[in-house]
């Protein structure tokens, strides 16, 4: 348990630090990923609804703490996303690391939906392109920080991956 534990940490503060503008340079025509949300699918997949809204808690604070947007929309957002991944979750492979990917890409656009109506912004045309691409880069990334976890988490009475 303390390994799993110590597996999240180190996760969760090298996505932390990556999402930051300077450290992580991914963009596709300047849309970025939301690391911490995939971050927040993973655990919940992993660890339940308890684990996912514990770890979507600490995301949302981080997200908040490094961007200076609204606490409480970023901390709804990513709770209601991982509360929604929880009920899929009995449904997933937990060993499978391609199984996240759907998971991530519609929690995404459930994430930013949710975001986008507590702390609206001025309309964009081409708001949905960007939720979009960011959904696409959300997946596509999702079995790059589920892998690890996976392996850094299991015990000796789970050796498949």
Request: proline fraction near 4%; charged fraction near 10%.
């Amino acid at each position: 348990m303390t390994r799993r534990f110590i597996a999240y940490g180190a996760v969760l503060l090298l996505l932390a630090v990556l999402q930051e503008e300077s450290a992580f340079r991914l963009t596709l025509w300047g849309v970025k990923p939301d690391l911490l949300l995939v971050f927040v699918v993973v655990a919940t997949l992993q660890e339940g609804m308890v684990g996912g809204g514990a770890s979507a808690l600490v995301a949302a604070w981080f997200q908040a703490a490094s961007t200076g947007i609204a606490v409480g929309s970023t901390i709804v957002s990513k709770a209601v996303s991982s509360l929604a991944c929880a009920h899929v979750e009995p449904h997933v492979v937990r060993e499978n690391c391609l199984t996240c990917m759907p998971v991530a890409f519609l929690a995404t656009w459930l994430c930013e939906g949710i975001f986008f109506f507590f702390y609206p912004r001025v309309w964009s045309a081409r708001w949905p392109a960007q939720v979009g691409l960011e959904s696409l880069l959300n997946a596509l990334l999702a079995p790059v920080i589920y892998a690890p976890i996976v392996f850094l988490s299991r015990g000796k009475e789970n050796k498949a991956l």
